[in-house]
């Protein structure tokens, strides 16, 4: 396997793509061409930096979720959005090709295999798409295929990342998907405003439905109305939000 679960290894940048005003893809070669990465299904990896600031230097770690096939060879592929005050995000924008980073992994955050069920319900805020990504690319790919309702905010039509792939997994049957935007075109059709109660009501399965389970992944406001965000080591936390007013369980109930 191209990375380690106990020690951060150095990956070299070869590429980096542009995706839309604030989000690039950034792709990473891995020790040889013919390596592939290796990573579970719903699995992310933790980006070391030393990040100086005011003439300190800080060690910051977080984690991200590739976006490359897990058959790709050679390389390991993260479209990671550049925040403001975001210390890592930053940092990985102002990489240059040929510059590497510290990764250390992979981390399961959800085990597909162990937990099948018949109808997943995915609540994706921004680049938030990226984990629930993994497990549709491997739905996909196999013949028994549960029902799918994905519900995607993002701020404007541009920041949707991934939407031609998504559009093309909804024809095949199967997904249903939700675009929620907050500020739209004018000529916009779909959903507008936030993700609301309402919302998640109407199209995610129901908190009785038995064989179901609700991903959510998003920014730290947007997890924190729908479900309630991690704790700060990231493990799970209490359920709350939305999702806990409309009388969904914690078992049925998984923060990426």
């Known amino acids: 396997m191209a990375f380690s679960t106990s020690a951060f290894k150095p990956f070299k ?3 980096i793509q542009r995706i839309n005003h604030n989000t690039n893809l950034f792709r990473f070669a891995l020790p040889s061409r013919t390596e592939v990465a290796g990573l579970p299904i719903m699995s992310c990896v933790m980006f070391r930096a030393n ?5 300190q230097t800080e060690e910051v770690i977080r ?3 590739p976006t490359s096939r897990d058959q790709d060879k050679g390389f390991v592929d993260f479209v990671i959005k550049d925040y403001p005050r975001g210390k890592m995000s930053r940092h990985v924008h102002s990489l240059k090709v040929g510059e590497s980073i510290d990764i250390k992994g992979p981390f399961e955050k959800y085990s597909w295999k162990k937990n099948p ?3 997943v319900g995915m609540i994706a805020g921004g680049t938030g798409i990226t984990p629930m990504l993994q497990l549709l690319r491997n739905i996909f790919e196999s013949q028994d295929r549960p029902k799918i309702s994905l519900i995607f905010a993002n701020q404007t039509q541009e920041d949707i990342l991934f939407k031609e792939e998504l559009d093309r997994y909804a024809k095949e049957g199967n997904l249903s998907v939700t675009y929620v935007l907050e500020r739209p075109p004018v000529d916009w059709s779909g959903r507008t405003g936030y993700v609301t109660s309402d919302l998640l009501k109407t199209e995610l399965p129901s ?7 609700i991903f959510v992944c998003g ?3 947007f997890m924190e109305s729908i479900s309630g965000d991690k704790n700060p080591d990231k493990s799970q936390g209490t359920l709350r939000g939305y ?3 409309l ?3 914690q078992e049925h109930v998984y923060k990426l």
């Open 13 to 15: 940048l070869e590429m």
């Open 51 to 55: 990040i100086v600031k005011d003439g």
């Open 63 to 65: 984690p991200y979720t």
């Open 117 to 119: 069920v018949k109808h």
């Open 207 to 213: 908190p009785s439905e038995p064989s179901s389970v």
């Open 219 to 221: 920014p730290p406001p």
């Open 243 to 245: 999702l806990n007013s």
């Open 247 to 249: 009388g969904y369980d």
